[in-house]
């Protein structure tokens, strides 16, 4: 089984998926820790009753990022994790972390990439004026949002929209995609040329 290492800052909806996908046999996998940059984070309350190891590291208590990003490193090797899986972790790694996991990082963002990456994705959609956005699971490189892209889902966006309802339909998707875009990474099946993800 391939071993994950979940980083969330808040409500966990895409970490819980995760965990109904390897419950229900659908991904096969196992969380080796849930880290939280944030205390008060829902995510690590959500996995308070399950066996799966949470721990918090609080970007507070650290002078610089790449102090809290090496203890943050150091903790995914004790727990032997292969894969860290970004779910809602809303904060940007330097290029230190991404060449210690190189390759090995998943993020999944509310969106069409390349359309409105970073911050408040639903919002910048709709202020766009777009029919469509979506989400993308895809592969983390140093820039914002910007490595190779693994799967992509397509929503509709509705006249009366808000960026909450929107964000509920896109989220909804997200909750399918995810847990499918990790199993096919577990099953060996994901081959990265360059900028191109192949599916095999
Ligand atoms: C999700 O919509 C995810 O796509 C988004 O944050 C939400 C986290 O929800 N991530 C980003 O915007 C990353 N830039 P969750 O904590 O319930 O999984």
Known sequence: KTVIGVLASGRGSNLQAIVDAIESGRLDAKIGAVISDNPKANVLTR????????????????????????????ELNIRHVELVVLAGFMRILTPYFIERFRGKIMNIHPALLPAFPGENAQQQALEYGVKVSGCTVHFIDEGMDTGPIILQEAVPVLEDDTVDTLSERILHTEHILYPRALALYCEGRLQVEGRRVRIE
Request: contains cysteine; negative net charge; proline residues 4%.
């Open 47 to 74: 996995m308070a009753d399950t066996d799966i190891p949470t721990v918090c590291i609080d970007r507070r208590q650290f002078s610089s990022r790449q102090e809290f990003e090496a203890a943050v490193a150091e």
